[in-house]
């Protein structure tokens, strides 16, 4: 079911570009055929950010600076539109809508190593040449590795919920988060978020209603979108609709300069 946000209450705007982690480690070991894969293809496929608990400590007297920004182009061997997948899992519906859309360049960024290796396999099975991979968080990724107006599309599917209200402010989608999105889509592009959490959609649908007008930010899509929007259903969203739980799904766009205005509901 899409929905389009249309909540009038208003809510805190969190800082501009969280850094809270908003995705949990997980451990699991790679079957052989899996590490097979990982050590011949990764290096081609994917970029090791190491976050977190497999990240090194800086050596002494060491100083970290920031990731040069990607070379799309370079990247994926040609100049095509590109999608962000932030949280892949295990790869089933990148790998299913990228073979669907071989025009379209897709970069999945998961955290967890199982679920990027499936996502291998998937690729070398498939011989599909438009997916590249990342490991580590993606805010990172959006905020060192991708320049304004350099995506066609974000896609945010099924993302932690974090349904403690103490972990609220570890959840993925928040107002600084959505407005760091919407700098990084071109005008036109689509940002597609889906959940089968209840109270989840409802803070989504939230933060999408109030967004500052005069900084970058989305509305809803009511024109031919220029990517794929159809998803593979998946045996988790198939469980969650067998337990109740049905999915929300939210299609925004970055709106062209000429079109741009403040809509109800809206911070001015």
């Known amino acids: 079911m899409r929905n389009d946000g249309q909540v009038n209450e208003s809510v805190d705007q969190s800082r501009r570009y969280p850094r809270v982690t908003s995705f949990r480690f997980r451990r699991g070991s790679l079957t052989t ?4 894969n990982w050590e011949t293809l990764w290096p ?10 497999d990240q090194a400590p800086p050596a002494p007297g060491e100083t970290r600076t920031a990731h040069p920004p990607l070379d799309l182009p370079a990247l ?3 100049d095509a539109p590109t999608v962000l997948e932030i949280g892949s899992g295990t790869g089933i519906s990148t790998a299913a809508m990228a073979e669907a859309e071989p025009d379209v360049d897709v970069l999945a960024v998961e955290v967890y190593k ?6 291998v396999g998937l690729v070398d099975r498939g011989g599909l040449t438009n997916i590249r991979m990342i490991r580590g968080d993606a805010v ?3 905020t060192e590795l991708l320049g304004p107006e350099s995506l066609t599309g974000i ?11 103490r972990h609220h402010k570890r959840r993925l989608v928040q107002s600084g988060t959505i407005e760091l999105m919407a700098d990084r889509l071109k005008p036109g592009g689509v ?3 889906a959940t089968d959490h209840a109270d989840y ?3 989504i649908a939230e933060h999408l209603a109030t967004q500052h007008r005069d900084r970058p930010h989305v509305v809803s899509l009511t024109t031919d979108p220029p990517i794929l929007l159809d998803r593979p259903t998946t045996k988790f969203e198939g469980r969650a609709e067998r337990e109740g739980r049905g999915v929300n799904e939210f299609v925004y766009t970055r709106p062209h300069p000429a079109t741009s205005r403040p809509t109800e509901g809206g911070t001015p």
Request: net charge positive; aromatic share 12%; proline share 9%.
């Open 33 to 36: 055929g899996q590490q097979r």
């Open 114 to 119: 199982p679920g990027l290796a499936q996502l």
């Open 155 to 165: 896609r945010v599917f099924f993302p932690d919920p974090w349904p403690k209200s």
């Open 44 to 53: 081609q496929l994917g970029i090791d950010l190491l976050t977190g608990a």
């Open 201 to 203: 959609a409802e803070w």
């Open 191 to 193: 940002l597609h978020i």
């Open 76 to 78: 994926f061997g040609r």
């Open 140 to 142: 990172m990724v959006l």
